[in-house]
């Protein structure tokens, strides 16, 4: 039987070829089920599945997809990595506890300040205390105060009782994805680099911050119409104990403090909180003295608020 197609490309050298031709193949079979053609879908190649097929002369190729649509088909795979539950704004998290209207101002102000220092000196701000000491409302407060900015930013928030974010096989796609939900240029070089890397999210921490944060951001930034004194992200991740595993709480930090100590650019600015455990005592060794890039909060059950 004859089965017509169109949207090819043609061998060059026959005149009775070009591209763009309705031409008919024929195969060696009468069963059209033996063609399996597939619905021909946006990105499903009009021959796919097909088998024993006699072209002829005619060669056959498979057109290129467009960066666009890489990106998109990347950006869909980014989507399916990220953890919604873990947003500062999800529905259950939302109704969570924050600042009172007039208490925790001068940290809260001295948060804020040092986030919108252009040059800061401390490129991550380590929240401390023990449960029930305020920490995740200060975080989600200071998550709502960026909101209202419109400034950069992006939070992960840990909890031990849910199973999605309870580890941080997430915590690295789920930044990104909002990162580049607020920004189209960082999406479209989000998408391109998932499409070209699809196992990305299996690699090591260490190795999705460079791949989804730093080098899309300097990417992004290197653009004539964006700089770092434009897009100065703020990464937000609350209750880092309630990760299980602890020595995956050391790899994340360990990722975020070379991210710093590399040279800082891009300039993100990271605001952690948790009890101090091994990971922390490991990664910051803050038994006398924080190091210089970290300025340290700590909060306890007794302090009054106000």
Known sequence: M?????????????????????????SDRTDEKSLNLAPQTQGTSILHGASRLHLGQLNYYEAPKSPDTRSLEGWNLLLGRVTSSALYN?????????????TRTEVIDEIMTLLSDPHPTHGIVCVTGSSGAGKSALLQTIAEQLSRKRSPFATF??????????????????????????NAGLRY?????????????????QAQMVSLLIEPVKTLCSSKE????????????DGLNECADEGRQAELLEAINDSILDGGQPPFRYILSSRIG?????????????????????????????
């Open 2 to 26: 004859l089965t017509s197609f169109n949207q090819f490309i043609c061998d060059p050298d026959s005149e009775s070829r070009t591209l763009g031709s309705r031409v008919s193949v024929e």
């Open 226 to 237: 964006m700089t770092t004194d434009l897009f100065s992200p703020t990464i937000l991740i």
């Open 157 to 182: 928030f840990f909890s031990k009782l849910d199973p999605t974010r309870n580890n941080t096989s997430s915590v690295i796609p789920t930044i990104a994805y909002q990162l580049g939900l607020g």
């Open 278 to 306: 091994w990971a922390i005592q490991a990664t910051f060794t803050p038994q006398v003295n924080w190091p210089e890039h970290i300025h340290h909060i700590h909060f306890t059950m007794n302090e009054k608020v106000d």
């Open 189 to 205: 070089i989000l998408g391109i680099t998932v499409a070209d890397d699809p196992f990305l999210f299996t690699k090591s921490l």
């Open 90 to 102: 999800y529905h259950d998290q939302f109704r969570s506890p924050k600042c009172d209207e007039g």
